[in-house]
């Protein structure tokens, strides 16, 4: 049986770079097409860029229908797209409606539209577990929908316009927070946090309490996940990625202790309260403190230029439990290989950045 064609849109960013090297790695694929507007060679891909010599990489523009025509041209030595992922999107919190409208709801509508066009088997569609209304219960795929954020409410208008998109053959997936090698917007900005405190010298506090539910699946399960949808899934079905661990803002909290050697703690609800009427200036007040530490460390370890920040939008700081579960996929045959994070897997996801000069060397 011959391997099918893969077309990755989005490739080269967090997730993207882990599902091309999966796919290489296993030599899963006939043809491998990457597209992204970033090059590989400014990507920061570290160990990930050898993968990248054994696909085609197209730099094009997915807002862009005349680029999207090229893009999703047949595969070299013929035949058609067998696979095509949808990692591209706009993925920085805090941005306005018309970029969230651009970069994720017309570009989804419009690479899905070519997809059909050219009679992809299987397109799947990458969102986000935020779609899900916010609470301690953990959310399955026909759980109550009430987006909170705004990236996440674009998501779902996605979602819900490719459903209408006449032949094509979608499934969607919902991660949780995902992290790993890689990852700049998932655990990474509470680990830069943590860095910043270790150079303040003081105890890390977070808003809300330890319960609140920041559920995780690591990146290497969730590019594991998409492939397998991709041959097993059920077309027009969601899939939930989350792992089992439920975890909460004080399991990370425990793990930022150990590695780091601070104190860390939270706020509680009354405080919370008090701060939730002027998230915006709390946020800024927050991130303006964080910033400099984090940029004398870096400054101190010779590092100049680095993707990482400890900057946290406002819009994550409200009191939203982020529960879900992620079994649903098991009855298809998938099965979860990392249970939780840990204080090894999380040096792995800083390691990743110390080895490319991106994060100052743990001591």
Known sequence: MSKPNVLVLGGVGFMGRNLVRFIVDNKLAGHVRVVDKVLPSTAFLGDFAEAFNHVEYLQGSLTSVASITKIFAAPEGGGKWNFVFNLAAETKYGQTDSVYSE?????????ATEAAKVGVDRFIEVSTAQVYEAGKKPSKEDSKLDPWTLLAKFKLQAEEALR????LNLIIVRPVIVYGPGDITGLSPRIITATAYKQLGEKMEFLWGKEMKINTVHVRDAVRAVWHV?????LGDVYNLADKAETDQGAVNELLEKIFGIKTGFYGAIMSNLAKMDIKGVAETANDKHLKPWSEVCKAAGIVNTPLTPYIDPELLYNNSLSVDGSAIEATGFKYEIPAPTEALIREQIDYFVKQGLFPPMK
């Open 103 to 111: 970069k994720v709801l017309d570009l989804s509508v419009k690479c």
């Open 230 to 234: 991709a041959e097993k899934g059920k």
């Open 164 to 167: 209408k998109v006449p032949g």
